[in-house]
C-alpha cells in the first residue's frame, strides 16, 4: 500500500513570493491533516479535513495561508506571500476515519530567504 | 486545551540496553488516545505504538512497550533490547474522542550508541 505523498520535498523561495505544497493521502482515507514543524518542535495542526470539508481550520493564519481539498482526495496547501517565519516543514497526514491512526507524509521543507 | 509534556530532551543509552522515555499529558476529555511516534533523520514520521484510553491493558509492539497510567496522566514508552536504528526523535502525541487533530510534545532525541 502506498504512503502518504507529498511534494516537493524541498522548495527555497524568496520572502514574500507565493508557495504550494501538495499531498496525496492513502487510497481511502478520508480524513487529512496539515501539520507544521519548527526546527526542534513537534507538529502543531494547521487544518483537518473531513472528506471535502475543512473541520478544524482555527490554527491556519488565514491572512496568508489557504487550503483546498477538491473531490476528498490530493490536497494543497498555500502560502502567500512567504514570510520568514514560515520556514519550516509542511507535513500532510490522512486516517482512515475520524479517531484513527494518522500517517505522515515526508514533508516539504520550505526555506523562505 | 490538550498540552503533552516531554521532559527528556535528549536521551542517550548503549546498544541492547532499555530505555525510558517520559511522558505526560493534560486532558479533559475521558475517551481518548495516545500515541507514541517516531521521526528518523529522513523526517518520515513513523507509528511506534498507540494506546487507547478506555484499555487497561498496556500496548506492545515487538521490542516497545507502553506504561499508561491513566490516573496519572503519565504514558511512557519502553524500547528493549534497543538497536542503532532505534536513534531518533520521539513524539508523544493525544488525539481527543472526538478525532481532532494531534497534540505533539516537543520530542526526546534518542541516541543509540555502538
Known amino acids: 500500500e502506498a504512503g502518504v505523498v507529498q511534494s516537493p520535498r524541498y522548495k527555497i523561495i524568496e520572502k514574500k513570493q507565493p508557495v504550494a505544497f501538495w499531498c496525496n493521502p492513502i487510497s481511502g482515507h478520508n480524513t487529512l491533516y496539515w501539520y507544521l514543524q519548527n526546527l526542534g518542535q513537534g507538529p502543531e495542526l494547521l487544518i483537518r479535513y473531513e472528506n471535502e470539508e475543512a473541520v478544524d481550520d482555527s490554527q491556519l493564519p488565514k491572512d496568508r495561508f489557504s487550503a483546498e481539498r477538491l473531490k476528498g482526495v490530493d490536497s494543497t496547501l498555500k502560502i502567500q506571500p512567504a514570510e520568514l517565519g514560515d520556514s519550516a516543514v509542511y507535513l500532510c497526514a490522512s486516517s482512515p476515519d475520524r479517531g484513527e491512526t494518522q500517517y505522515f507524509g515526508p514533508g516539504t521543507r520550505l526555506l523562505v530567504l | 486545551a490538550q498540552t503533552v509534556t516531554q521532559s527528556q530532551p535528549e536521551m542517550s543509552v548503549q546498544e541492547a540496553e532499555t530505555v525510558t522515555l517520559s511522558c505526560t499529558y493534560d486532558t479533559s476529555e475521558n475517551n481518548y488516545y495516545l500515541f507514541w511516534y517516531k521521526q528518523p533523520p529522513s523526517r518520515q514520521m513513523i507509528l511506534v505504538i498507540r494506546?487507547?484510553?478506555?484499555?487497561?491493558q498496556n500496548a506492545t509492539e515487538n521490542r516497545f512497550s507502553v506504561n499508561f497510567q491513566k490516573a496519572a496522566k503519565s504514558f511512557s514508552l519502553k524500547i528493549s533490547d534497543s538497536q542503532l536504528g532505534d536513534t531518533a526523535m520521539y513524539f508523544c502525541a493525544h488525539s481527543g474522542g472526538g478525532a481532532d487533530g494531534l497534540t505533539f510534545g516537543k520530542g526526546t532525541h534518542l541516541i543509540i550508541q555502538p
Open positions: 494506546q487507547e484510553a478506555y484499555k487497561q
